[in-house]
């Protein structure tokens, strides 16, 4: 009886202390507006966030492009050449037959001195960079008939006159671009030796396609190598491995291995590819092997999340109707899986890409003039390449090796696009 007093008397209280919420009451409007205000402050932050990324990134893109551009074009100086009253010791009947032979004892630097001095009093060093000799090469072989008169022929600039073309270079060549200039000697054309040559100790003569496709051949090797391993692993470890202590230890050193410095993966490559192995330095072969053991722990934690993540329901329905494990896993789980297992194949491969520490410790900094012909031929790297550039004094290698990032740059964004495409195309939606 008293029990059911006090109930009857806290509900009493209850309804005595409950008041209806009054949704246009001064209070009630405070609260709403300091959550409007709270939402508000929340978006712009995230948008001040997004903008300052943004901001970065422009600059990066900006400065890039800024010093970059420069470094794909080449200022040429219009040399008129008297080649009759020239040195050149040419032999029409071998030129005919074979030019590189008649041009290799043909004397063109003493002819390249005499048209220079004649024609601004200067020697032909102070003006022409040395890929100047090459270049008249090329065009007596595409045209021998300006042997027999005199023509103007578009010679790459020295380095110094170049930089002061393009950019501040110094006094005296300065004074040398507005000599020229006034003359119209001077001109500024498309730098394609900057894209088809290699390494070099001129500014003027140096080129990415030795470092390009040594990354390419050893993404290659790392794709190869990385990518079944990796996609092995996970269905493994996810479909097969049993449950065990075991499982668990190597499931939390693979998880280990992807935040490891990537300049441990290349101690661990020159001691066990160069050191143990013997295999040759500074070759594209090791370069992709020590990047696919970097890359594999990204592919086996993102295929193994990825498997995971196709519905019981597809395993459980092709089991039902009397397809064996395996044929599940390759015929169902696997393609379902394929979209997640790329992107994680692409977040590697982009680190993979842009890494230096690794290739540094297994030698691929060596100074290598000529493109690799195969995967152990010696070779250099983007990344590499950059770095080197980057470390020269000469003026002429800051604009190089802007340009050089651009291309790494634009490496980088095909080889996403192309993995992008091939996720998209076998995407799957359930």
């Known amino acids: 009886m008293s029990g059911e007093t006090v109930l009857d008397r806290a509900a009493a209280s209850d309804r005595a202390e409950r008041v209806p919420t009054d949704w246009r009451g001064d209070a009630m409007k405070r609260r709403i507006a300091r959550r409007y205000a709270a939402e508000r402050r929340f978006r712009l932050w995230g948008m001040a966030a997004v903008l300052v990324s943004a901001g970065f990134l422009a600059f990066l893109l900006i ?3 800024g010093n970059g551009l420069r470094g794909f074009t080449q200022t040429e100086v219009a040399v008129p050449i008297d080649f009759p009253r020239s040195p050149a010791l040419i032999d029409p009947a071998v030129l005919a037959t074979n030019p590189e ?4 004892s043909a004397n063109l630097p003493a002819v390249l001195e005499q048209a220079t001095r004649e024609a601004f009093g200067l020697p032909e060093t102070q003006i022409l960079s040395p890929n100047a ?16 008169r005199k023509a103007t022929v578009n010679l790459p600039a020295s380095t110094g006159l170049d930089v002061a073309m393009k ?19 001077l001109s500024t054309a498309f730098n394609i030796g900057f894209l088809t040559g290699s390494d070099g ?3 003027t003569m140096v080129g990415i396609w030795g470092a390009l496709k040594g990354s390419l051949i050893t993404m290659v090797i790392t794709l190869a190598l990385s990518f079944p391993i990796g996609v092995f692993a996970a269905l493994y470890l996810e479909e097969y491995a049993p449950r065990n202590r075991w499982t668990d230890l190597i499931e939390v050193s693979i998880n280990n291995l992807a935040a ?14 160069l050191n143990v192995m013997h295999l040759p330095r500074s070759a594209p072969l090791v370069g992709g092997m020590t990047l696919a053991l970097m890359t594999m722990p990204v592919i086996v934690i993102a295929g193994r999340n990825a498997i995971k993540a196709v519905p019981p329901s597809i395993r459980d329905a092709a089991l039902g109707i009397g397809a064996s494990p395996v044929q599940v896993v390759f015929h169902h789980v696997l393609p379902l899986a394929l979209p997640g297992i790329l992107t994680g194949t692409i977040i590697g491969m982009a680190r993979a890409l842009g890494e230096t520490a690794p290739l540094l410790m297994i030698g691929m900094r060596a100074f290598v003039s000529q493109p690799p012909g ?20 000469g003026r002429g290698f800051i604009e190089k090796t802007s340009a050089a990032i651009i291309v790494l740059l634009a490496f980088l964004l095909t080889m996403n696009s192309i993995a992008i495409f091939l996720r998209n195309k076998f995407e799957k939606k359930w």
Not at 101 to 104: I, P, R, S, T, V
Not at 133 to 148: C, G, Y
Not at 260 to 273: E, M, R, T
């Open 133 to 148: 000799v090459l270049t008249l090469r090329k065009a007596i072989i595409s045209d021998p008939t300006i042997l027999q």
């Open 101 to 104: 032979q008649a041009l290799a």
């Open 260 to 273: 490891v410095p990537s300049i441990i993966f290349g101690l661990l490559g020159l001691a066990i590819f």
């Open 374 to 393: 195969g995967f152990t031929d010696p070779a250099t790297v983007l990344p590499v390449q950059i770095f080197l550039w980057s470390d020269e004094v």
């Open 167 to 185: 950019s501040d270079g110094t006094p005296a060549d300065e004074a040398l671009v507005a000599k020229l200039g006034d003359a119209g000697a």
């Open 63 to 65: 400065s890039m492009m």
């Open 201 to 203: 100790t001129d500014p």
